[in-house]
């Protein structure tokens, strides 16, 4: 039992070490204006450096954003997620679609 928890411990450690967040004043002006470019309409967006580059996280239209930049202001990866209210409107409409006579 004490094995799992040093070891929970230890991973948890490790994955906040690995990101630190950072002020929107500390991202270089390239880096954001790069995100600024590709997403014009990103607002509140939550900064982060992570092993060199930034990471950019922030809302549109219901869709969580996760852009990562080099310091050069390359897009070098963008992930998407749907938000919750968008995950149970799909999943009411395919329950109805499938069990709709029960």
């Given at each position: 039992m004490?094995?799992?928890?040093?070891?929970?411990?230890?991973?948890?450690?490790?994955?906040?070490?690995?990101?630190?967040k950072?002020?929107?004043?500390?991202?270089?002006?390239?880096?954001?204006?790069?995100?600024?470019?590709?997403?014009?309409?990103?607002k509140?967006?939550?900064?982060?450096?992570?092993?060199?580059?930034?990471?950019?996280?922030?809302?549109?239209?219901?869709?969580?954003?996760?852009?990562?930049?080099?310091?050069?202001?390359?897009?070098?990866?963008?992930?998407?997620?749907?938000s919750?209210?968008?995950?149970?409107?799909?999943l009411?409409?395919?329950?109805?679609?499938?069990?709709?006579?029960?």
């Amino acid at each position: 039992m004490k094995k799992i928890i040093f070891l929970l411990v230890a991973v948890a450690s490790v994955s906040f070490a690995n990101a630190q967040k950072i002020a929107e004043k500390d991202v270089p002006a390239n880096v954001k204006s790069s995100l600024k470019k590709q997403y014009p309409n990103a607002k509140e967006v939550k900064w982060e450096k992570e092993s060199g580059n930034f990471e950019a996280g922030f809302e549109l239209k219901e869709v969580d954003y996760s852009v990562l930049l080099n310091a050069s202001g390359n897009i070098h990866g963008i992930e998407k997620t749907n938000s919750e209210r968008q995950w149970r409107d799909i999943l009411q409409r395919d329950r109805f679609a499938k069990y709709n006579g029960y």
